[in-house]
C-alpha cells in the first residue's frame, strides 16, 4: 500500500487538490467565511457528541431536546461518533471550550472523510480499469 501511494502520489496529490477546491468553492458560495451547517442532521449530530460529553454515557442514545418531554432516540451509531470525539477531546486541549472544540472538528471532519474517499476511490478505479 506505501508502494503505491509512492509510485501515484502526484495523481493522488492532484485529486486532492482538485477535491478540496471544488469543497471550499462550493461551501464559500453557499455559506460565506461563516461555519455553518447545512441540515438537522448535521446539527443533532453535534448535540449528541455534546451531551456524550456532558453525561459521559455511552449507551444514552435519547436526545431530550427532541421530542420534548419524552425525547427521541436517534438511530446512529456510536462507531461513527468517535470520528468526532477523540478530535474533539484532542482540541479542547488548545481551546478549552468543549462546544468550540466540537463546533471546529464538526465543520473539518466531512472534507477530511471527502479526502480519504477521493484516495479509496482512485485506488479502486485503478483495479478496474487497469
Known amino acids: 500500500m506505501i508502494s503505491w501511494l509512492y509510485k501515484y502520489k502526484l495523481e493522488i496529490i492532484l485529486l486532492l487538490l482538485l477535491g478540496i477546491l471544488i469543497n471550499v468553492s462550493c461551501y464559500l458560495l453557499l455559506c460565506g467565511f461563516q461555519i455553518s451547517f447545512w441540515d438537522s442532521d448535521d ?15 455511552l449507551a444514552n442514545t435519547i436526545i431530550s431536546r427532541s421530542n420534548v418531554p419524552f425525547g427521541c432516540s436517534l438511530h446512529w451509531t456510536r462507531f461513527y461518533d468517535f470520528f468526532f470525539v477523540i478530535p474533539a477531546y484532542v482540541l479542547n486541549f488548545f481551546l478549552n471550550s468543549i462546544d468550540e472544540s466540537i463546533k471546529y472538528v464538526g465543520f473539518v471532519i466531512s472534507p477530511l472523510i471527502k479526502c480519504a474517499t477521493i484516495v479509496i476511490l482512485f485506488r479502486i478505479s485503478q483495479i478496474f480499469f487497469l
Open 43 to 57: 446539527y443533532m449530530r453535534l448535540v449528541r457528541i455534546r451531551e456524550l460529553f456532558a453525561h459521559g454515557d
